[in-house]
C-alpha cells in the first residue's frame, strides 16, 4: 500500500504498516470520515529519514496538499488475529479495471506516466514486482501495444 502520493519527494524504502479498521471500514463501506488521519500501529524503518510521521504526518507535504496525514498510535490493542484477519476489500479489481478500460476511462499512456511520476518514486519496496505488475495488466488491457 503506497500512501505517500506526490508531495513528499521521498518514501521510506521499507515500512511494514497496516491501517486500523476505522480507516478501512470507512474506505469500504462510504462511510464518512469524521477525522483526516490515517492511524498506524507501527512502522519499521531501515534509515532514521525513512520516519512516516514526518513524511507523511501533520503539517507534512501530503497534508498541505490532501489535508489527509498518519498517525502513530501506540496505546491501542488490535484485536486477535489482526493481521491474519486482513483481506482484500474489492477481489474484483481485474474486472473493474477492464471494464473501464473498455469505457475509454483509462488512458494507457496516462496510466503509465501516472505511475512513473506519481506512484512509483514511493513505492516502500519490491519496485521491480511493481514495473511488472503494471506490464501484465497493461498488456491485459491494451494486448496491441
Known sequence: MALLPAGSRRAPER???APLPGFVITQQYGIGRATSDIDFLGVIAQRPEDDVEVLAGLG??????????????G???P???????MTRMFPRDREDFLRLVRAGHIDHQALKQRYVEELRPYLLSKVSWHD???????????PSN
Open 15 to 17: 515500512a511494514d504498516r
Open 60 to 73: 507534512s507535504t501530503l497534508y498541505r496538499k490532501y489535508r489527509l496525514y498518519m498517525q502513530y498510535v
Open 75 to 77: 496505546v491501542v490493542t
Open 79 to 85: 484485536p486477535a488475529g489482526y493481521a491474519d484477519r
Open 132 to 142: 511488472k505488475t503494471l506490464d501484465l495488466w497493461t498488456q491485459m488491457a491494451w
